[in-house]
């Protein structure tokens, strides 16, 4: 079965602090990745995804980067985090275009 | 631009009733349509997927698809206070998941 581990599970962070936020995924290989984040009480949005070592496309532009080192890993990054940051964050992952998104158990970031 | 739509609820029904749950989706070319199930503090769990028009049905769980009306629904048989979560729509035609911004589902005993 196709596994995300996501960590950490909450992290509370100064603003003007690093970020780095990463995902690993077992089960399946070259899938296609995504970083969503979710705001409280609101619907996920897309911030990167990619479909392959290197490759990533940004939905957003803000103060944040990813990067897919690996096949199966898939970090997010800011080098300076934002009030407006906080969230949940979601790292999934899909086999290929057609199949459903699996999820990690997601990051709680609180920027302080 | 793609887009998803649900109503945000909350949608509250009595224990043992069918709940209800209903999603439109605006790109015709969707091939793959899910529903996911949110509790709070979580991540989506994936709770069915239907590809074809029609109704589909597990356990207490019926998806139904009319791609001629972009139309997906979930209905929820003998609902029970478990069932309380936010429900998400998806929808996939290309690399990119679209979510709706799901349904708040509270069942009372």
């Known amino acids: 079965s196709q596994t995300i581990h996501q960590w950490p599970a909450t992290l509370v962070q100064p603003v003007g602090s690093p970020l780095s936020l990463e995902c690993t995924v077992e089960?399946?290989?070259?899938?296609?990745l995504y970083w969503y984040r979710q705001a409280a009480g609101r619907g996920l949005q897309l911030l990167f995804y990619s479909v392959g070592i290197g490759q990533i496309s940004s939905e957003v532009p803000q103060n944040l980067s990813a990067s897919r080192p690996q096949d199966r890993q898939f970090i997010l990054s800011s080098k300076k985090l934002l009030l407006s940051d906080s969230g949940f964050y979601l790292c999934a992952g899909a086999p290929d275009t057609h199949t459903e998104a699996f999820f990690g158990q997601g990051t709680r970031l609180t920027v302080v | 631009q793609k887009e998803v739509e649900q109503n945000s609820g909350p949608l509250s029904v009595p224990e043992g009733a069918i709940a209800s749950l209903n999603c439109t989706y605006s790109d015709r070319g969707s091939q793959s349509f899910f529903w996911y199930r949110q509790y709070s503090g979580k991540s989506p769990e994936l709770i069915m997927f239907i590809y074809s028009n029609g109704d589909k049905e597990d356990g207490r769980f019926t998806a139904q698809l009319n791609k001629a009306s972009q139309y997906v629904s979930l209905l929820i048989r003998d609902s029970q206070p478990s069932d309380s979560a936010t429900y998400l729509c998806a929808v996939r035609g290309s690399y990119i998941p679209t979510f709706g911004r799901g349904t708040s589902l509270i069942v009372h005993p």
């Open positions: 089960g399946t290989s070259n899938p296609n």
